[in-house]
């Protein structure tokens, strides 16, 4: 996998236009002023949380005695059920659950909004399959997580002018996408399982 196809399914997984609405509701009782610090806040603690999971990812693996098939296999399955949710989004409720009450901090903007378990086993993938390419992924991150902010810093401006509808047919668009990675990517722990090659 290159840096730049790295970094489109971290920023498919982080999925920033299906969050538009989920956070500007998370953040309608916060103080006008705040509302930008906060996401700042958020986004930064989801970057150091990405980046933890980078660094340590094989350590991680080397202490639960997972092997790169494994990974791959389950990575896909979990990747092929975020694309699902984008696509078929449940009629009630959200992935994040209820919302509390008062100003929203690491739960559920920054874990599981932009660092979800999806993106961890991503990143956990990467760095097993190939750990010698650290600072390639570190690129890819950075590069999807800075894409992610982009948007998300301009969500209010975007939902004003593209509307509900063509918000969610793009976040459709993207689970697509992600769908079809997440299918590459369990075909190749199968292969690499059974030694075929793809």
């Not at 810093?153 to 996408?177: D, K, P």
């Not at 997440?182 to 030694?195: D, E, I, K, T």
Request: hydrophobic share 60%; charged share 10%.
């Amino acid at each position: 996998m290159t840096t730049l196809s790295a970094a489109i399914l971290l920023f498919l997984i982080m999925d920033p236009l299906g969050n538009i609405p989920i956070f500007l509701s998370l953040l309608k009782d916060v103080a006008p002023k705040r509302r930008r610090w906060v996401l700042i806040r958020e986004l930064l603690i989801a970057l150091g949380v990405l980046l933890v999971f980078l660094v340590g990812g094989t350590h991680i693996l080397k202490l639960l005695q997972l092997r790169q098939e494994s990974i791959s296999i389950a990575g896909g399955i979990v990747l092929f059920l975020i694309g699902i949710r984008m696509v078929f989004p449940p009629v009630t409720g959200g992935i994040f659950g209820k919302a509390g009450e008062g100003e929203p901090f690491i739960v559920p903007m920054a874990i599981p909004g932009v660092a979800g378990p999806s993106a961890m086993a991503a990143l956990l993938l990467l760095t097993n399959t190939q750990p010698g390419r650290t600072a390639d992924w570190a690129i890819a991150l950075l590069g999807a997580w800075l894409a992610t902010a982009v948007i998300l810093l301009c969500s209010t401006y975007l939902f004003r002018y593209l509307g509900a509808s063509v918000l969610t047919a793009l976040e459709r668009v993207m689970g697509m996408l992600l769908i079809a990675l997440s299918v590459q990517m369990f075909l190749g722990g199968v292969a690499a399982y059974l030694h075929l090659t793809v």
